[in-house]
């Protein structure tokens, strides 16, 4: 079990270049951190909830067999915020310039999600962004306007550079979980613990270890990435963010 202190220096285990793609191991004191790094402005970000059919991939298998039938490849994957028991995703869900969900704006409610603040993570067509979800509301037409890929959770982790205060340095409520941030210079990554850890000590690995200035939770004891070895061992869940490219591509 983890108990905050003073931050120790995380310790890269290894780094595998892909395309324009960088997947990384951390280890952060008995924490061990995957993490895959892209760039909205060249690399294809996007998100995925069901197959052709309307049928929930809810898995990577079937999200890779998808894919490769569409000529793509999957280079690195994760689960993309909370889902209902139907898999449906809790909040805005926007796919392809398709608003399959509605923005979820309610409050005081139980569960990570309606932690204050939550917020959206937005694709535009060469941009990634991380919006508090009252921000969104009160600009849905110039979001709307812009939005390619979105999917919204809770709650934010940090926001510009500062660490959400509801989060407790002492907390020894500690679970699995994954959350995708934004660096200074637009960068985006999706990132895992692997084994537990509190929301603060994420979030200070996040901040301090991957320079992220904004960061939103995406899920606890479920979450899981692709490629790990773990990456197709669970239960199913809603939607994924994933990168991608041509099959063909070198």
Not at 48 to 60: E, I, Q, R, V
Not at 86 to 114: D, I, M
Request: proline fraction near 5%.
């Amino acid at each position: 079990m983890l108990v905050a202190g003073a931050l120790l220096p995380a310790m890269t285990l290894n780094a595998i270049p892909a395309h324009a793609v960088e997947m990384k191991q951390y280890q952060y004191r008995q924490t061990f951190i995957s993490t895959c790094r892209a760039d909205p402005r060249a690399d294809a970000i996007r998100t995925y909830w069901k197959d052709p059919n309307g049928n929930p991939l809810a898995t990577f298998v079937r999200l890779d067999a998808m894919l490769r039938g569409q000529g793509q490849e999957l280079l690195c994957a994760t689960n993309a915020g909370i889902y209902d028991k139907q898999l449906q995703p809790l909040g805005l869900y926007v796919e392809g310039g398709n608003v399959l969900r509605k923005l979820n704006t309610r409050q005081n409610a139980y569960g990570n999600f309606y932690m204050q603040p939550n917020g959206v993570f937005v694709l535009s067509e060469h941009n990634a962004y991380i919006v508090e979800t009252s921000d969104y509301a009160a600009e849905t037409g110039l979001w709307s306007s812009t939005v390619r890929y979105a999917t919204q959770s809770g709650p934010l982790m940090i926001v510009n550079g500062k660490i959400n205060k509801r989060f407790d340095p002492d907390s020894l409520n500690v679970v699995v979980r994954n959350a995708v941030c934004l660096d200074a210079a637009g960068m985006v990554t999706l990132a895992i613990a692997r084994n537990p850890i509190s929301f603060y000590d994420f979030a200070v690995f996040l901040r301090d270890e991957i320079k992220c200035t904004d960061a939103l939770y995406l899920d606890g004891s479920i979450s899981r990435m692709y490629p790990t070895l773990e990456a197709n061992i669970g239960p199913a869940f809603g939607a994924m963010i994933a990168i991608v490219r041509p099959a063909a591509a070198k």
